[in-house]
Antibody
Framework: QLQLQESGPGLVKPSETLSLICIVSGGSISSSDYFWDWIRQPPGKGLEWIGSIYYSGSTYYNPSLKSRVSISVDTSQNQFSLKVNSVTAADTALYYC??????????WGQGTLVTVSS | EILMTQSPATLSVSPGERATLSCRVGQYISSNLAWYQQKPGQAPRLLIYDASTRATGIPARFTGSGSGTEFTLTISSLQSEDFAVYYCQQYNNWPLSTFGQGTKVEIK
């Protein structure tokens, strides 16, 4: 059974960089059938797609976040990462990592809450 | 960015009744749309992809329809476990995607 687990600091100061890792277990991140996504959800609000990465390293970002976001993959560790630069309170959210195939996002992590505050 | 509009924001339905949720997309996306269910404290769950195909293990009471710019999720007879928030997601320029703002289905 595929599992995804997010990890990283739960508190980040304004203007600093948010960094999260998603560890994939029970399956290979190098599968040619899937992209690996980051999605976030501010408290009490809806879902926002942040971006996707393929095992080859190809990346695709939400245009509204593209200037501040970077996603990378480490196939040797079966994990992928998210960085968001110059964070503000508006970046406070539950951050999910997920697997996306042609038939939708079928596996999600449990989510990790990141609060931006001094 | 493709604009997604879900309506209504909140839908009050009695158990056993039918629920009809709408998702309107700001440009033509063929059938490149999915629906997700999210319960409090849980990650979203894929219900429907390609506008009308049920994901693995999804009960037949969930039906997706539509194409182009207008889409509908119908829950034929609401069960207690169906009260949740539902999101549509377009992926016409896959792997880029956009979510709607969600419809909360609550008990009437």
């Amino acid at each position: 059974q595929l599992q995804l687990q997010e990890s990283g600091p739960g508190l980040v100061k304004p203007s600093e960089t948010l960094s999260l890792i998603c560890i994939v277990s029970g399956g290979s991140i190098s599968s040619s059938d899937y992209f690996w996504d980051w999605i976030r959800q501010p408290p009490g609000k809806g879902l926002e797609w942040i971006g996707s990465i393929y095992y080859s390293g190809s990346t695709y970002y939400n245009p509204s976040l593209k200037s501040r976001v970077s996603i990378s993959v480490d196939t040797s560790q079966n994990q992928f990462s998210l960085k968001v630069n110059s964070v503000t309170a508006a970046d406070t959210a539950l951050y999910y990592c997920a697997r996306k195939g042609w038939d939708g996002i079928d596996y999600w992590g449990q989510g990790t809450l990141v609060t931006v505050s001094s | 960015e493709i604009l997604m509009t879900q309506s209504p924001a909140t839908l009050s339905v009695s158990p056993g009744e039918r629920a009809t949720l709408s998702c309107r997309v700001g440009q033509y996306i063929s059938s490149n749309l999915a629906w997700y269910q999210q319960k409090p404290g849980q990650a979203p769950r894929l219900l429907i992809y390609d506008a009308s195909t049920r994901a693995t293990g999804i009960p037949a009471r969930f039906t997706g329809s539509g194409s182009g710019t207008e889409f509908t999720l119908t829950i034929s007879s609401l069960q207690s476990e169906d009260f949740a928030v539902y999101y549509c997601q377009q992926y016409n320029n896959w792997p880029l995607s956009t979510f709607g703002q969600g419809t909360k289905v609550e008990i009437k």
